[in-house]
């Protein structure tokens, strides 16, 4: 018997988020390179500190633009509902790996809404924080010690997006399957049955 496959993520989609995803680690990389001295070798990738300190805040407003078409995408799928609230209190159940005792999802569960609104705020945040230390481009126009909160502030920030991408990531290889929704932009019908029942519900008609 074949396999069926559901199609989940379209071209466009796909393509959205496999350009946001290498603006990130662009921009991870170039960030962490002044975070912390002992991570200035990272600047090498860029061409050096003084190019690095160019291109960082560029490469930040083109990932804040590409996450932007995926937020136009994506954000009314993730919005909170009390299905996801009774999700979230049986989330031990997940980690212990009981799927079968969690409450029936949608497209996304309560735990990649999370992380989808941790990301959205987290870039919104960068960008209003950079803005505020960009040189030469900005900063004058801001006073001293407000530049100064929107350094940690923006440094905070930052560690939440990688945060919120290494959990992304890990669900992503740790649920069998998932991977194949961002690469060939289908998953399986049991997949999508066993994980997200009421959208393969919605989807296929039940059938």
């Known amino acids: 018997m074949s396999t069926r496959y559901v199609v989940r993520y379209d071209d466009s989609e796909r ?7 290498l603006l990130f680690v662009l921009a991870a990389f170039s960030g962490l390179a002044f975070f912390h001295p ?9 061409g050096g500190g003084v190019w690095t300190r160019i291109l960082h805040p560029f490469i930040g407003c083109a990932l804040f633009i590409a ?7 994506f954000w009314r799928q993730n919005l ?22 969690m409450p029936a999802a949608g497209k996304y569960n309560a735990g990649q809404k999370l992380v989808f609104w941790a990301a959205a ?3 919104l945040v960068l960008l209003a924080t950079g803005i505020t230390f960009w040189q030469p481009w900005f900063a004058n126009a801001f006073p001293i010690g407000l530049r100064r909160f929107a350094v940690l502030l923006h440094a905070f920030a930052a560690v939440v997006l990688v ?3 290494i959990v992304h990531v890990y669900a992503a290889i740790w649920v069998k399957g998932t991977v194949r929704a961002m690469t060939r932009g289908t ?20 059938k």
């Open 163 to 165: 945060i919120a991408i």
């Open 187 to 206: 998953v399986t019908d049991a997949w999508a049955r066993q994980n997200h029942p009421l959208w393969h519900k919605e989807t296929t008609g039940g």
């Open 67 to 73: 996450f932007l078409g995926l937020y136009l995408r």
């Open 15 to 21: 393509i959205n988020h496999w350009i946001t995803a």
């Open 38 to 46: 002992s991570l200035f070798f990272f600047s090498e990738l860029f």
């Open 80 to 101: 909170i509902v009390d299905a996801d609230r009774d999700w979230l209190r049986h989330s031990g159940e997940m980690l212990r790996g009981a799927k079968e005792n």
């Open 121 to 123: 705020i987290a870039l």
